[in-house]
């Protein structure tokens, strides 16, 4: 029991002090971890105790459930101290590898606009930052937080406004296609017996998420074709998703960066099943792969999407 929760401590190490005495207070970590642990800060301390109170509960719950013990200022409070010790470790810049374009943006805390809550699927900070360099150019960017094992812990950052330079002047776009989390109405969604689009899509990107988290970033898959294990960075979901008709499997393309380049994209296929009401990853497959042409690199497809019999968008 001692190796396994120190090798869980290790896991959120450089996650900030908050994380760590989450998981000693909810009786995770280790007794010793306690005396090296620093001091808990005050503004942190009705965050632990939920953090407490969750620990009591079950471990099964679903995220729905788990959402009970936090709220939005929660959420703020992990974002902002992310975001303080990102800073503070380069020189008061948030460093911010751009997956749409593979840009390495240097950017400036401004504050949290607003958080946007989905039951079932998260909390979501809206910040605001501007490029180091120019003030006038804005940012509006996403945290995905989610709680797990009873603490909130960040899944995935995702630029939701850019600046764009019209007539001479910076102003903020937003960028498109949108995160799947914008794409729901309410903030209440409920529970349909037919999933919707932006469900697959969550549990494509949880999925890509928490299988990067297991190597500093780098989503690992064995290509189906040539046994190689290819080391990727998660880009975006394509839209729409789709359902198969023949067995039912809903169907999402996704753009995934070799990892510590610009331009050499693949598409990566994932099939994603309902099972009791649970949107689960059932297959993942190399759909297109990168390959240089003339000086540029383009997407050749192994295959296509109708090559796997009929099917149709879902809304």
């Known amino acids: 029991m001692h190796n396994h929760k120190s090798h869980r401590l290790k896991q959120i190490a450089g996650q900030g002090t908050l994380y760590a005495w989450m998981l000693i207070l909810a009786g995770v970590a280790f007794p010793a971890a306690r005396a090296a642990a620093p001091a808990v800060p005050a503004s942190t301390a009705e965050n632990l105790q939920k953090a407490r109170e969750y620990s009591a509960a079950s471990s099964?719950?679903?995220?729905?459930?788990?959402?009970?013990?936090?709220?939005?200022?929660?959420?703020?409070?992990?974002?902002?101290?992310?975001?303080?010790?990102?800073?503070?470790?380069?020189?008061?810049?948030?460093?911010y590898d751009d997956p749409l374009n593979g840009d390495h943006l240097k950017l400036a805390y401004d504050d949290i606009d607003f958080t946007r809550t989905i039951d079932g699927y998260g909390f979501f900070p809206d910040v605001?930052?501007?490029?180091?360099?120019?003030?006038?150019?804005k940012y509006l960017i996403d945290f995905w937080i989610l709680p797990v094992n009873g603490i909130l812990q960040l899944q995935e950052i995702r630029i939701h406004k850019e600046p764009l330079k019209v007539e001479g002047s910076w102003t903020t776009m937003t960028r498109q296609p949108i995160p799947w989390w914008w794409i729901p109405a309410s903030e209440h969604p409920g529970h349909l017996a037919t999933k919707r689009g932006w469900e697959v899509m969550s549990a494509v990107e949880h999925k890509s998420m928490l299988e990067s988290m297991k190597n500093?970033?780098?989503?690992?898959?064995?290509?189906?074709?040539?046994?190689?294990i290819l080391e990727l960075e998660f880009v975006d979901t394509h839209q729409p998703v789709r359902q198969l008709d023949n067995d039912g499997h809903y169907f999402a393309c996704t753009d995934f960066r070799v990892a510590g380049t610009k331009n050499e994209i693949y598409d990566i296929d994932f099939w994603v099943s309902d099972k009791d009401g649970v949107m689960t990853v059932d297959q993942t497959r190399v759909h297109k792969v990168p390959e240089l042409k003339s000086g540029e690199w383009v997407q050749v497809p192994r295959y296509e999407w109708k090559d796997l019999g009929t099917?149709?968008?879902?809304?």
């Open 60 to 95: 099964v719950e679903s995220t729905e459930k788990a959402m009970q013990y936090f709220t939005g200022t929660d959420a703020e409070s992990v974002v902002k101290e992310l975001i303080t010790a990102k800073t503070a470790a380069n020189n008061g810049i948030f460093p």
């Open 128 to 137: 605001k930052f501007h490029d180091s360099a120019d003030a006038q150019k």
């Open 216 to 228: 500093n970033g780098v989503f690992k898959l064995k290509d189906d074709k040539t046994g190689k």
């Open 311 to 315: 099917s149709h968008v879902v809304p």
